[in-house]
T-cell receptor
Framework: NAGVTQTPKFRVLKTGQSMTLLCAQDMNHEYMYWYRQDPGMGLRLIHYSVGEGTTAKGEVPDGYNVSRLKKQNFLLGLESAAPSQTSVYFC???????????????FGPGTRLTVL | DQQVKQNSPSLSVQEGRISILNCDYTNSMFDYFLWYKKYPAEGPTFLISISSIKDKNEDGRFTVFLNKSAKHLSLHIVPSQPGDSAVYFCAASASHSGYALNFGKGTSLLVTP
């Protein structure tokens, strides 16, 4: 049981390049989330998904797109990277409220992205 | 607009003593509160949580207290151990607003031998 895994762990991009971050979970969680963490800041929600085929915007969605084609995977895309997107990105997953569960989210190890 | 605030960026405590980490919130609709622990280069790890229908939840050395009237919660670690040295994030969610956790900026705890 690996929990939540993220690929890659590190990446350096040039301004304007694109990339996709992959998140996978093996806990059969309905909900998945992408956060970013910047120095001196808490985690801020970028996008989230409440089930396969669904996505929604969080607090800071601009410049990012997401897809949830399979229940266990949640992809975060940067179409045209900007230096302001230099950050550490965390993926998380949780059970659904409909199952009677709580809001406890389980996090992956993070992806450190630098945009030059 | 920060709805969850951790006003102490850092805290230093001696091994064996009590560590008290504080968190304030502004949104009265928050009904579930969590503490996460984070080591460098790792993801946040869930530590303990509390529902708004309770005022205390205990798990081993960790206890979370919730004061709804003051919109304040605290995490007590007793006794503190060097391995507890990490950044602690307070987070909150509201039933009506969906699924997002609102995080504080974190408090860096250092437990010295």
């Amino acid at each position: 049981n690996a929990g939540v895994t993220q690929t890659p762990k590190f990446r350096v991009l040039k301004t304007g390049q694109s990339m996709t971050l992959l998140c996978a979970q093996d806990m059969n969680h309905e909900y998945m989330y992408w956060y970013r963490q910047d120095p001196g800041m808490g985690l801020r929600l970028i996008h989230y998904s409440v089930g396969e085929g669904t996505t929604a915007k969080g607090e800071v969605p601009d410049g990012y797109n997401v897809s949830r084609l399979k229940k266990q995977n949640f992809l975060l895309g940067l179409e045209s990277a900007a230096p302001s997107q230099t950050s550490v990105y965390f993926c998380a997953s949780s059970y659904s409220r409909a199952s009677g569960s709580t809001d406890t989210q389980y996090f992956g190890p993070g992806t450190r992205l630098t945009v030059l | 607009d920060q709805q969850v605030k951790q006003n102490s960026p850092s805290l230093s405590v001696q091994e064996g003593r009590i560590s008290i980490l504080n968190c304030d919130y502004t949104n009265s609709m928050f009904d579930y509160f969590l503490w996460y622990k984070k080591y460098p280069a790792e993801g946040p790890t869930f530590l303990i949580s509390i529902s708004s229908i309770k005022d205390k939840n205990e798990d081993g050395r960790f206890t979370v207290f919730l004061n709804k009237s003051a919109k304040h919660l605290s995490l007590h670690i007793v006794p503190s151990q060097p391995g507890d040295s990490a950044v602690y994030f307070c987070a909150a969610s509201a039933s009506h607003s969906g699924y997002a956790l609102n995080f504080g900026k974190g408090t860096s705890l250092l437990v010295t031998p």
